[in-house]
C-alpha cells in the first residue's frame, strides 16, 4: 500500500509550479522538462494552465518530483491514496482509468436497476457486464497495478473484479444453479440472508479501503464513501426484508441510489487520470484535504506568501 509519510514538499502551487518549471533540476528527471504530454515545448498559454493545474494537484507541475525523497501527492486518477513515487521511464500506460471505467459502468446499469428505472428489476443483463468489462478488465486492470507497482491499485481493482466475476457466477441465469440450490434445500429466504451476508463482506472490505483514503482527495474519498454506503444499503436490504419476506424495495433503491453515485465518481477519477495538457482542454480539480500532506504544503506556502 502507498506509503502516506508527511514529508514536506516544496515548489507546488501556482508560485511553487512556476518557480519548479524554471528552476528545479527534478524537472528533468521527471521526465516533463518544460514540455506537454506530447513533448512538445509548452507555450505559455499552456504553462499558465499548468501552473493553474498544479493548484489543485493535477497537471504535469503539480506532478513533478521536488523533494529529496522524490514522492507525488495522491491522485485518484493513478488510483494513489498517498504519497508515492514516479514510475520512471515505465513501459506501461497508467491502468487506473481502465479498471475505474469497468467498475463506473457496471455499477452504473447495477444501480439503475436496483433503483428500478423504467421498471426494469431484473438484473440479467449485468450479468454479461459483469463477467466482460466490470470482472475480467477490471482485474487485468488490476494485475497491470501490481506491475507498474502500486499495491493499493492492484489490491482494490483486482478485488472488485474479482466481485463482479462472483456477482455473474451466482446471478447467471439456468448456469450456476446457485440460488435455485438455496430454494430446494432450504427456501428463498435463506439466499436473500446468503446474498446479504455476501454484501456485508464487501461493505467491510470498502471500509478497508476507506480508511486508507482519508488523506488522499475529496474525490478519491467520495468514490470510496458512496460505494460502501451502497454496499451496507444493499445489505440490509437482503437481511431486514419487507412484510412479504423480500429485499426492502426502500432501501434497496437506496443502495442504488449510492451507488449510482459511486460511479459517477469512478468516472470522474478516470477522466482525471486520463486528461492532460496534451488532449484536455480543462483542468479536472481532485482537492487534496487540509490535513493531507499536499493540503499541509499548500497552507505552508499560503502563510509564506503572507509573510512576503
Same mark, same amino acid.
Given at each position: 500500500m502507498a506509503t502516506t509519510s508527511t514529508s514536506e514538499h516544496t515548489g507546488h502551487g501556482p508560485a511553487g509550479a512556476e518557480r519548479m518549471y524554471h528552476d528545479s533540476p527534478d524537472t528533468e528527471k521527471s521526465g516533463t522538462n518544460g514540455m506537454n504530454g506530447m513533448g512538445r515545448q509548452m507555450t505559455h498559454e499552456e504553462h499558465q494552465t499548468a501552473v493553474a493545474a498544479s493548484k489543485f494537484g493535477y497537471g504535469p507541475l503539480a506532478h513533478i518530483n521536488s523533494t529529496a525523497s522524490g514522492r507525488l501527492p495522491a491522485f485518484g486518477g493513478e488510483f494513489q491514496p498517498g504519497l508515492y513515487k514516479a514510475v520512471e521511464g515505465r513501459k506501461f500506460a497508467n491502468p487506473a482509468p481502465l479498471g475505474l471505467s469497468a467498475f463506473a459502468l457496471t455499477t452504473f446499469v447495477l444501480s439503475l436497476i436496483n433503483m428500478r428505472t423504467r421498471t426494469v428489476a431484473e438484473p440479467n443483463l449485468v450479468v454479461g457486464l459483469a463477467f *466482460?468489462?466490470? *470482472?475480467? /478488465?477490471?482485474?487485468?486492470?488490476?494485475?497491470?497495478?501490481?506491475?507498474?507497482?502500486?499495491?493499493?491499485?492492484?489490491?482494490?481493482?483486482?478485488? #472488485?473484479? &474479482?466481485?463482479?466475476?462472483?456477482?455473474? %457466477? %451466482?446471478?447467471?441465469?439456468? *448456469?450456476?444453479? !446457485?440460488?435455485?440450490?438455496? /430454494?430446494?434445500m432450504q427456501s428463498v429466504q435463506a439466499f436473500y440472508d446468503a446474498f446479504g451476508f455476501f454484501l456485508m463482506g464487501w461493505f467491510i472490505f470498502t471500509f478497508v479501503l476507506l480508511l486508507v483514503t482519508l488523506r488522499s482527495t475529496v474525490a478519491f474519498f467520495f468514490l470510496f464513501f458512496t460505494l460502501?454506503?451502497?454496499?451496507?444499503?444493499? *445489505? %440490509?436490504?437482503?437481511?431486514?426484508?419487507?412484510?412479504?419476506?423480500?429485499?426492502?424495495?426502500?432501501? !434497496?433503491?437506496? &443502495?442504488?441510489?449510492?451507488?449510482?453515485?459511486?460511479?459517477?465518481? +469512478?468516472? #470522474?477519477? +478516470?477522466? +482525471?487520470? %486520463? +486528461?492532460?495538457?496534451s488532449n484536455s482542454f480543462f483542468i479536472v480539480p481532485v482537492i487534496h484535504f487540509p490535513w493531507s500532506s499536499k493540503g499541509k504544503e499548500m497552507r505552508m506556502e499560503k502563510s509564506e506568501r503572507q509573510k512576503v
Open positions: *466482460g468489462y466490470g *470482472g475480467l /478488465v477490471q482485474l487485468l486492470a488490476g494485475m497491470w497495478e501490481m506491475a507498474v507497482g502500486n499495491t493499493f491499485g492492484a489490491t482494490a481493482l483486482s478485488s #472488485y473484479g &474479482g466481485f463482479w466475476l462472483s456477482f455473474a %457466477i %451466482i446471478l447467471t441465469p439456468g *448456469g450456476f444453479n !446457485i440460488e435455485e440450490a438455496y /430454494v430446494e460502501d454506503l451502497a454496499f451496507l444499503l444493499l *445489505g %440490509i436490504g437482503y437481511l431486514q426484508r419487507d412484510s412479504t419476506n423480500h429485499p426492502n424495495p426502500p432501501v !434497496i433503491k437506496a &443502495g442504488g441510489f449510492f451507488g449510482l453515485l459511486a460511479a459517477f465518481a +469512478a468516472w #470522474y477519477n +478516470a477522466l +482525471a487520470g %486520463i +486528461a492532460d495538457d
